[in-house]
């Protein structure tokens, strides 16, 4: 009795696809080349900060204000019947940033300067003022003073500049 036996996957002899050196190669060079454009069509600024992310460091922001336009923001409308000035009253009231000066966050007084502005004054002496909002933030010592010098600075004085440090 004669059986035919298949042949085993071991013992066909399939050719394995190699990859050749050059072919490497030239895809290496073509992703550095891509990389190279991307980098070349990037700005200045957006260089730096993607190296400071790739090199996990602190990105100094070159974002300054114009100290003399002042930011105006003009209503939308206006309809007494949709929001009367009773309640516009109360809402503005609740508004008004008193905050204990003790562990004072800046997240609260940032949120309060971006409503009231840097220059308004309150008749309540509980509220902090706009120029105080504006000390409190820009004075490492204000925030310092707040949580008894027990609390990081906001600002970070690094080889590449001042910074602010979040969290």
């Known amino acids: 009795m004669h059986t035919m036996s298949t042949p085993s996957r071991r013992d066909s002899k399939q050719p394995q696809k190699t990859v050749s050196a050059r072919t490497m190669l030239v895809v290496q060079?073509?992703?550095?080349?891509?990389?190279?454009?991307?980098?070349?069509?990037?700005?200045?600024?957006d260089r730096r900060s993607?190296?400071?992310?790739?090199?996990?460091?602190?990105?100094?922001?070159?974002?300054?204000?114009?100290?003399d336009v002042a930011a105006v923001v003009t209503p939308l409308y206006n309809q007494p019947d949709l929001v009367s000035d009773q309640q516009l009253a109360t809402v503005i009231k609740k508004l008004i940033p008193r905050f204990s000066r003790s562990h004072l966050r800046p997240n609260?007084?940032?949120h309060a300067l971006r409503t009231w502005g840097g220059q308004v004054r309150f008749n309540n002496p509980d509220a902090i003022s706009g120029p105080k909002m504006v000390e409190f933030l820009t004075d490492s010592a204000r925030h310092l003073e707040s949580w008894d010098n027990k609390a990081k600075p906001l600002l970070?004085?690094?080889?590449?500049?001042?910074?602010?440090?979040?969290?």
């Open 29 to 45: 060079a073509l992703f550095l080349g891509s990389l190279l454009a991307a980098w070349i069509c990037t700005t200045g600024s």
């Open 50 to 67: 993607l190296a400071a992310a790739a090199l996990s460091r602190p990105y100094p922001l070159d974002a300054f204000p114009k100290a």
């Open 108 to 110: 609260l007084i940032e």
């Open 156 to 167: 970070e004085d690094t080889p590449e500049g001042i910074h602010v440090r979040f969290g």
